[in-house]
């Protein structure tokens, strides 16, 4: 995947890169059967 905050690409599986790509302060990275309930609308 290419990361929309720097333009770098990285391996989505690697969870290593992933973190490495995460720009953004509101994103939540988790682990479960479901997705946390959003607070809001997705933008």
Do not use: N, T, Y
């Not at 290419?2 to 988790?30: N, S, T």
């Amino acid at each position: 995947m290419k990361c929309p905050g720097c333009g770098q690409w990285f391996d989505m599986r690697d969870l290593g890169q992933m973190l490495a790509h995460v720009h953004d302060g509101d994103i939540e990275i988790g682990e479960g059967l479901e997705p946390p309930a959003r607070k809001g609308p997705v933008q």
